[in-house]
T-cell receptor, first 112, second 113 residues
Framework: GEDVEQSLFLSVREGDSSVINCTYTDSSSTYLYWYKQEPGAGLQLLTYIFSNMDMKQDQRLTVLLNKKDKHLSLRIADTQTGDSAIYFC????????????FGTGTKLQVIP | NAGVTQTPKFQVLKTGQSMTLQCAQDMNHEYMSWYRQDPGMGLRLIHYSVGAGITDQGEVPNGYNVSRSTTEDFPLRLLSAAPSQTSVYFC????????????FGPGTRLTVL
């Protein structure tokens, strides 16, 4: 079945760039998303990219998509302590049956 | 707008007890869904609804019931709680369908002893 995989943990120093990676298996993905979950809260959409794009930039966030390798990344420039959270990659596929599959989440720890 | 609200925030049940997790949204969204979040497993879809009066099963529906009598409310019922249902439950809504941006509630942390 479809699978979305992420590494579980990433630690960076404040001011550095963070890169969170995700791989997926469903070739019928239409959109790919990055959601952020702060402690004790629900998920909040950060950004998304259409599957026919290879890059999207939004202020400090850069999303890169390699459709051939089914690899998605989220780069956060100038990482701040407020960026500490769990980041979920998710894919929306519409191969006859619409579904959204979430990854396991990457916990980002920002060290002051 | 309050967005998506969930009650209670925390709940402890004994095996075999039943309860209802409440979810409400004030954004007039058609699509609502329930997920459970377990360590190392991401979010898994339990049930969803594409509009009032219409519900369907997600990936892990066993042991749960839902109903959607109004656009605003989408309660999740645990019929006979089991320790395997210990989890954090999130309700989400989106304007039209599952591919839209989903707005999540703050979650309910459920422990079944």
């Amino acid at each position: 079945g479809e699978d979305v995989e992420q590494s579980l943990f990433l630690s960076v120093r404040e001011g550095d760039s963070s890169v969170i990676n995700c791989t997926y298996t469903d070739s019928s993905s239409t959109y790919l998303y990055w959601y952020k979950q702060e402690p004790g809260a629900g998920l909040q959409l950060l950004t998304y990219i259409f599957s026919n794009m290879d890059m999207k930039q939004d202020q400090r966030l850069t999303v890169l998509l390699n459709k051939k390798d089914k690899h998605l990344s989220l780069r956060i420039a100038d990482t701040q302590t407020g960026d500490s959270a769990i980041y979920f990659c998710a894919e929306f596929s519409d191969g006859g049956y619409q579904k959204v599959t979430f990854g396991t989440g990457t916990k980002l720890q920002v060290i002051p | 707008n309050a967005g998506v609200t969930q009650t209670p925030k925390f709940q402890v049940l004994k095996t075999g007890q039943s309860m209802t997790l409440q979810c409400a949204q004030d954004m007039n969204h058609e699509y609502m869904s329930w997920y459970r979040q377990d360590p190392g497993m991401g979010l898994r879809l339990i049930h969803y609804s594409v509009g009032a009066g219409i519900t369907d099963q997600g990936e892990v529906p066993n042991g749960y019931n839902v109903s959607r009598s109004t656009t605003e409310d989408f309660p999740l019922r645990l019929l006979s709680a089991a320790p395997s249902q210990t989890s954090v439950y999130f309700c989400a809504s989106s304007p039209q369908g599952i591919g839209d941006e989903q707005f999540f509630g703050p979650g309910t942390r459920l422990t079944v002893l």
